[in-house]
T-cell receptor
Framework: EPEVTQTPSHQVTQMGQEVILRCVPISNHLYFYWYRQILGQKVEFLVSFYNNEISEKSEIFDDQFSVERPDGSNFTLKIRSTKLEDSAMYFC??????????FGSGTQLSVL | GESVGLHLPTLSVQEGDNSIINCAYSNSASDYFIWYKQESGKGPQFIIDIRSNMDKRQGQRVTVLLNKTVKHLSLQIAATQPGDSAVYFCAEFPKNTDKLIFGTGTRLQVFP
């Protein structure tokens, strides 16, 4: 069964450092997303990406964040200068047009 | 405003009983709804979805009911098993957005 894969599963970084979270969406999907979940809280939308551009983003997704689809299979989230409050589980997701959204298993980001 | 809320933060059921998890949503423009199961340390796992032109949809051991009049969504799990223990989220897609809005989650505990 196809699935969204994310690497790494855990990332520890120092405050102010840049991190790149990587995702391989399901191969025939066209819509890609990043969500995050702070421990014990609900899943929050960050950004959606379609046709090689951002289609929608939340208030959380400020200038410190960027997304990229560098090739035909990968989808990345970059946080330019991490803050303590960026510590969370980051989920990548993908879907077909009008279809169900499937999530990866997440990257646990810890900013020290 | 936009909000998706769950009535009960924790639901405890006996193995073999049926479970009902409820969700209230406030955005009348939402036209697509998804239930997810999240186990500890994992990403949201798609369970079942329903579009606003339907009021009931059945899967394997699960049924989703949608009542648009009162903006209420429920997930019924038949013959609940220990493996069903997890946090369950409802999520809605407001029309003409790419943003899936999650509720706060209900923890389902299954005891023997």
């Amino acid at each position: 069964e196809p699935e969204v894969t994310q690497t790494p599963s855990h990332q520890v970084t120092q405050m102010g450092q840049e991190v790149i979270l990587r995702c391989v969406p399901i191969s025939n999907h066209l819509y890609f997303y990043w969500y995050r979940q702070i421990l014990g809280q609900k899943v929050e939308f960050l950004v959606s990406f379609y046709n090689n551009e951002i289609s929608e983003k939340s208030e959380i997704f400020d200038d410190q964040f960027s997304v990229e689809r560098p090739d035909g299979s990968n989808f990345t989230l970059k946080i330019r200068s991490t803050k303590l409050e960026d510590s969370a589980m980051y989920f990548c997701a993908s879907s077909r047009e009008g279809g169900s959204v499937f999530f990866g298993s997440g990257t646990q980001l810890s900013v020290l | 405003g936009e909000s998706v809320g769950l009535h009960l933060p924790t639901l405890s059921v006996q193995e073999g009983d049926n479970s009902i998890i409820n969700c209230a949503y406030s955005n009348s423009a939402s036209d697509y709804f998804i239930w997810y199961k999240q186990e500890s340390g994992k990403g949201p796992q798609f369970i079942i979805d329903i579009r606003s032109n339907m009021d009931k949809r059945q899967g394997q051991r699960v049924t989703v009911l949608l009542n648009k009049t009162v903006k209420h969504l429920s997930l019924q799990i038949a013959a609940t098993q220990p493996g069903d223990s997890a946090v369950y989220f409802c999520a809605e897609f407001p029309k003409n957005t790419d943003k899936l809005i999650f509720g706060t989650g209900t923890r389902l505990q299954v005891f023997p």
